[in-house]
């Protein structure tokens, strides 16, 4: 069994027994320059946007970029102010504006939209010619059919009879129409009744106001200069904004409160948002961290009995994971919404190293070495075998990098090098400790022995567990592997956010209604007449569909949208509608008098152009160089955050071609939820691939026999096959966050294993019933921390870092089990194997 080099490992213990104190104090150093790093320097800021898991190059990224640079930010900061007296506080709205406009970080204010010229035009805008040629039928029909009903009421007798001789039941009643709950009357399908409610809905769009949905607030956006991606930023125009509002509304109506004008200021919207995600964040990080941290320490305590063992243990975990955090500060700088919770793993990961070493060291103390002796043989012995586990924990965290998904390469790059900074931190720090401790209280074992001989020789017994039971694991293992293709990947990002609260914060309920609710995709064009040209084949589109209904696209909007063609030709039959009904209105009654009114009000449109446009109108529709019209906004039909939603609407955003032939560049979250589903599909196999073949590499080159690596390699093989089976009986999905249980699992899965295996390389013949209840009960441990580390993640707020703590503590128990019941088996088995060659020979 291949051991670290007895001379070097002497001199190295020496020194540090000689000097801990030194060793401890440089130690100690290094942790205060790590916190001056983070305090003074570049520090680690939190981020948890959706698209910084994806690489720069990604189409989506690339777009968003563009989108900042054309646009500025697109999100907003919504201001609401809540009266009963909403007509004294609209004449204070451009006040505010004007004073938020003044400040450096805000770009624009809207309280107030000119609809005027909208509503004067609407008849021209919003039908096509071919509806309004179809509304001036159904009106003349329409209108027969009143002069017949008002005609009947001078022949009611004949109708009845006529009915009678027809064979119609007298007591039939007329099938009714379905009711509006909106105006609590009979709705129709018609014409009139359809125009009517057009005109309701479009209403909402182009309000004048912006109140909400309960006419309790009146509201302003807040365009600011930097985006929400920013929380620093968001931090301060959100203090910025409401100390100016405040003290607006303060001078203008007095107090803000109960007894006042003004009820209540509130600030919602992407800012709000995202600052109220990282605090979401932030608090899963340090419940998790903490948890894991507490829950470690008690085990430790239990399982060894002794305060000793908790510093020993502890304090190089603590300095691995100081170590890392300096590590993550001088090169990435930041934590996305996946290795926010790197800390928390490393703590389960880190410990695995020092419950080895001070079990270890114990048992040769047990054993009647003194400290610096048992130190030695555990440095060369557990030290040897801790190297090659970190390196396959390492490396097949660092097969993560390969993907261009940053959500898998960055905690992959962070996990691997907080792996070997923490059993370094172990290989330097526990014997340190242990040598101080050591000076002033020596160890006490407190009832704690080996079962070894004076001479140092174990007790041979035999594993009562062979070649059946190894049998058995496998076919169970190729039963898990044959049910893979029964595994699904989880499509629904609803379901792997932040839980859903019982009832929506406040101030959402308050806002409600007083902006749209999500931000529409925006298809980039390089001219306005190509804008033109993906809004026809977006209407072209639409039109093909089955009841004029697209299945993908729910809405599209752009400059000609409110600049339509044929505005001449819609003008006349518009009069003509109008010249009609005016004649004839009085014969109508209910939903369709109603949709008469709308449409009297609608009957002296004006042929314009883009630039008889409101001005915000054409902000709208302006990028910061002034070119007008160059975009369009799309949103899609269904949930922007469902997978499958999104890669329909990527399909066909694809499918566009502009006046060059190439489809058109398109930025929105549903452009980015699609970019991460095909990175899931790309980089999962990848990542796994990469991590299985580079462990299995690992243990060639230092094992340098087959049957020794695929003895280390079992425990592994039958722990995952036994984990997917578990998956697929359980219908548990893979995510973009519980696929980082693979690279994980195979990783730690193997390091009992190694641990296990090299003692029994150590001790020789029939030694697997004594491995078992020693490296064996470390194994417990350290699959123990493990899981903890992982299982803290379980009480995350997000539901998708649940699933990975979960499906992890799935797999580590597995592979744990396989390790301590089919490996020593193997063992055994081995052992029979040899002894009937031997009796053979």
């Known amino acids: 069994m291949m051991q670290l080099p007895e001379a070097p490992t002497r001199r190295a213990m020496g020194f540090i027994h000689r000097h801990p104190a030194l060793v401890l104090a440089l130690i100690a150093l290094s942790l205060a320059g790590v916190f001056g790093l983070v305090r003074y320097g570049p520090g680690i800021r939190i981020t948890s946007r959706i698209q910084d898991l994806l690489p720069e190059s990604a189409p989506s990224v690339q777009a968003s970029e563009l989108l900042e640079k054309r646009l500025g930010s697109v999100d907003m900061l919504v201001v609401t102010l809540m009266s009963d007296d909403l007509d004294r506080v609209r004449p204070v709205l451009p006040r505010i504006a004007a004073r938020l406009e003044a400040l450096e970080e805000v770009h624009s204010v809207q309280w107030r939209l000119d609809v005027d010229m909208l509503n004067r035009n609407a008849l021209i805008i919003f039908p096509t010619l071919a509806e309004l040629e179809d509304y001036y039928r159904e009106l003349t029909d329409e209108i027969r059919a009143a002069v017949k009903r008002e005609l009947k009421l001078f022949d009611d007798d004949e109708d009845e009879a006529g009915a009678g001789e027809d064979g119609a039941a007298k007591g039939a009643e007329p099938e009714e129409p379905d009711r509006t709950f909106v105006w609590g009357e009979w709705e129709h399908d018609d014409g009139l009744s359809n125009l009517g409610r057009t005109f309701r809905e479009k209403a909402g769009e182009y309000r004048e106001f912006f109140y909400n949905r309960d006419y309790t607030t009146l509201g302003l956006k807040v365009f600011p200069t930097q985006g929400s991606g920013n929380i620093d930023f968001?931090?301060?125009?959100m203090k910025v904004t409401e100390d100016e509002v405040r003290a607006v509304v303060e001078?203008?109506?007095?107090?803000?409160?109960?007894?006042?004008?003004?009820?209540?200021?509130?600030?919602?919207?992407?800012?709000?948002?995202?600052?109220?995600?990282?605090?979401?964040?932030?608090?899963?990080?340090?419940?998790?961290?903490?948890?894991?941290?507490?829950?470690?320490?008690?085990?430790?305590?239990?399982?060894?009995?002794?305060?000793?063992?908790?510093?020993?243990?502890?304090?190089?975990?603590?300095?691995?994971?100081?170590?890392?955090?300096?590590?993550?500060?001088?090169?990435?700088?930041?934590?996305?919404?996946?290795?926010?919770?790197?800390?928390?793993?490393?703590?389960?990961?880190?410990?695995?190293?020092?419950?080895?070493?001070?079990?270890?060291?114990?048992?040769?103390?047990?054993?009647?070495?003194?400290?610096?002796?048992?130190?030695?043989?555990?440095?060369?012995?557990?030290?040897?075998?801790?190297?090659?586990?970190?390196?396959?924990?390492?490396?097949?965290?660092?097969?993560?990098?390969?993907?261009?998904?940053?959500?898998?390469?960055?905690?992959?790059?962070?996990?691997?090098?907080?792996?070997?900074?923490?059993?370094?931190a172990v290989v330097v720090g526990m014997p340190a400790v242990l040598f101080l401790t050591e000076r002033i209280m020596p160890l006490k074992l407190l009832g704690y022995s080996v079962d070894r001989d004076d001479d140092g020789a174990i007790a041979r017994k035999r594993f009562p567990m062979g070649a059946l039971t190894l049998g058995v694991g496998i076919l169970f293992a190729l039963g898990g592997y044959a049910m893979a293709p029964t595994v699904e990947l989880e499509l629904d990002f609803n379901k792997l956010g932040a839980r859903e609260k019982a009832e929506k914060a406040e101030h959402e309920r308050i806002q409600y209604g007083t902006t749209q609710a999500t931000a529409p995709a925006v298809i980039f064009t390089n001219s306005a007449e190509d804008a033109r040209l993906i809004f026809e084949r977006l209407e072209e589109r639409e039109q093909k569909a089955p009841n004029k209904r697209d299945e993908v696209i729910k809405s599209y909007q752009s400059l000609f949208s409110l600049v339509p063609t044929q505005q001449d030709e819609k003008a006349r039959w518009v009069a003509k509608i109008c010249r009609k009904l005016k004649r004839k209105v009085k014969l109508f009654e209910g939903d369709p008098r109603d949709g008469?009114?709308?449409?009297?009000?609608?009957?002296?449109?004006?042929?314009?152009?883009?630039?008889?446009?409101?001005?915000?109108?054409?902000?709208?529709?302006?990028?910061?160089?002034?070119?007008?019209?160059?975009?369009?906004?799309?949103?899609?039909?269904?949930?922007?955050?469902?997978?499958?939603v999104a890669l329909r609407?990527?399909?066909?955003?694809?499918?566009?071609?502009?006046?060059?032939?190439?489809?058109?560049?398109?930025?929105?979250?549903?452009m980015i939820w699609a970019d991460v589903i095909i990175a899931m599909k790309t980089d999962g196999p990848l990542i796994t691939a990469a991590a299985l073949a580079t462990v299995l590499l690992l243990l060639v080159i230092y094992e340098r026999r087959i049957g020794s690596v695929l003895m280390i390699f079992m425990p592994l093989g039958i722990g995952l096959g036994l984990t997917v089976g578990v998956m697929a009986l359980w219908g548990i999905k893979l995510n973009f966050f519980n696929m980082l249980m693979l690279p994980t699992v195979i990783g730690m899965g193997v390091d009992d294993g190694v641990h296990m295996y090299h003692r029994y390389?150590?001790?020789?013949?029939?030694?697997?019933?004594?491995?078992?209840?020693?490296?064996?009960?470390?194994?417990?441990?350290?699959?123990?921390?493990?899981?903890?580390?992982?299982?803290?993640?379980?009480?995350?707020?997000?539901?998708?870092?649940e699933s990975l703590g979960l499906l992890t503590v799935i797999g580590m128990i597995a592979a744990l089990a396989t390790t301590l019941v089919f490996l020593p088996a193997g063992m055994q088995w081995l052992d029979d194997r040899a002894r009937k060659r031997a009796g053979a020979a």
């Open 234 to 237: 968001c931090r301060r125009i």
């Open 251 to 424: 001078a203008e109506l007095g107090p803000i409160g109960p007894e006042g004008v003004v009820t209540r200021i509130d600030l919602g919207g992407g800012y709000r948002n995202a600052l109220e995600q990282v605090k979401s964040v932030q608090g899963d990080m340090v419940s998790s961290a903490g948890l894991s941290f507490g829950l470690l320490a008690l085990v430790v305590m239990v399982f060894f009995r002794s305060v000793r063992a908790f510093f020993a243990v502890i304090f190089p975990l603590i300095v691995g994971i100081a170590w890392t955090v300096g590590f993550v500060s001088v090169t990435v700088g930041y934590l996305n919404l996946i290795t926010a919770f790197i800390f928390a793993v490393l703590l389960g990961l880190g410990i695995d190293f020092g419950i080895h070493y001070y079990g270890r060291w114990r048992e040769e103390r047990a054993a009647g070495h003194d400290a610096l002796e048992a130190m030695i043989v555990t440095q060369r012995t557990v030290g040897a075998a801790s190297i090659l586990a970190g390196a396959t924990t390492s490396l097949s965290f660092l097969a993560l990098t390969l993907a261009d998904f940053r959500g898998f390469s960055q905690f992959g790059g962070i996990a691997s090098v907080g792996v070997v900074l923490s059993l370094l």
């Open 596 to 644: 008469a009114d709308e449409l009297l009000r609608h009957c002296e449109p004006q042929s314009f152009t883009a630039e008889d446009l409101p001005d915000w109108v054409k902000a709208k529709f302006s990028d910061r160089g002034g070119r007008l019209g160059e975009f369009v906004f799309v949103s899609p039909r269904g949930s922007i955050s469902d997978g499958e």
């Open 649 to 670: 609407f990527r399909e066909v955003m694809l499918s566009l071609r502009g006046a060059d032939g190439q489809p058109p560049v398109v930025s929105g979250k549903p």
């Open 761 to 801: 390389k150590e001790l020789g013949r029939d030694s697997a019933h004594y491995v078992v209840k020693t490296t064996g009960m470390s194994a417990i441990l350290t699959t123990l921390t493990t899981t903890i580390g992982f299982g803290s993640l379980m009480m995350a707020d997000h539901r998708g870092l």
